[in-house]
């Protein structure tokens, strides 16, 4: 099973500055199968990135992923107050997804 | 606007039986794979189990792998999750999700409904 390890495990920032998101995985993950979500709490997860970096619909163009092999990222250009919030990375392989442990994004 | 509606969960003993399921609406049902995902309030997310499009493909977790059963009726754009010998690891918030496109599984998760709380105590 591919293990997902996310950095760091708490990000503080303030509105305006730019969040840059890791996610490191055990074994090459096919960047087909690499995605990106959002969580706030009391709801629940929504889809932000898929494909490493194709952004779903209705997901602002200041969030952007990249990476390939084991090294993914996600960037959140200039943050919003909406945007502080928990990110997971997802990757499926095998018959088999795993999330990462999650970043939380908080206000400074 | 895709909507996905699940029910059925509840306080449950352990080593009993719970039935969840999942309505879909606003898409064509049967054209997507779906998938159980769970998620410890406070905690981080686990995928349960998976199906396809057209049941010929499913998949579970290890960890629920022999005591959870996964089905699907296209006809009643319905999900289900059979859950039985739950254990108090269990408890979790359940979410029923909608798969992305392509294959037997498009391989994210595309649509999410708002959960269901399963709760295994004595």
């Known amino acids: 099973e591919i293990v997902l390890t996310q950095s760091p495990g708490t990000l503080s920032l303030s509105v305006g500055e730019r969040a840059t998101l890791s996610c490191r995985a055990s074994?090459?993950?096919?960047?087909?199968?690499l995605a990106w979500y959002q969580q706030k709490p009391g709801q629940a997860p929504r889809l932000l990135i898929y494909?490493?970096?194709y952004r779903a619909t209705g997901t602002p163009d200041r969030f952007s992923g990249s990476g390939s092999g084991t090294d993914f990222t996600l960037t959140i250009k200039r943050l919003e107050p909406e945007d502080f919030a928990m990110y997971y990375c997802?990757?499926?392989?095998?018959?088999?997804?795993?999330f990462g442990q999650g970043t939380k994004v908080e206000i400074k | 606007e895709v909507q996905l509606v699940e029910s059925g969960g509840g306080l449950v003993q352990p080593g009993t039986s719970l039935r969840l399921s999942c309505e879909g609406s606003?898409?064509?049902?049967?054209?997507?794979?779906m998938h159980w995902v769970r998620q410890v309030p406070g905690k981080g997310l686990e995928w349960v189990s998976g199906?396809?499009?057209?049941?010929?493909?499913?998949d579970y977790a290890d960890s629920v792998k022999g005591r959870f059963t996964i089905s699907r009726d296209n006809a009643k754009e319905s999900l289900y999750l059979q859950m039985d010998s739950l254990r108090s690891e269990d408890t979790a918030l359940y979410y029923c999700?909608?798969?992305?496109?392509?294959?037997?599984?498009?391989?994210?998760?595309?649509?999410w409904g708002q959960g269901t709380q399963v709760t295994v105590s004595s």
């Open positions: 199906i396809s499009w057209n049941s010929e493909k499913i």
């Open positions: 494909g490493a970096s």
């Open positions: 999700i909608k798969d992305g496109p392509g294959g037997w599984y498009g391989g994210y998760f595309e649509s």
């Open positions: 074994q090459n993950v096919d960047t087909s199968y």
């Open positions: 997802q990757q499926y392989g095998n018959s088999r997804w795993t």
């Open positions: 606003g898409y064509s049902f049967d054209d997507f794979a």
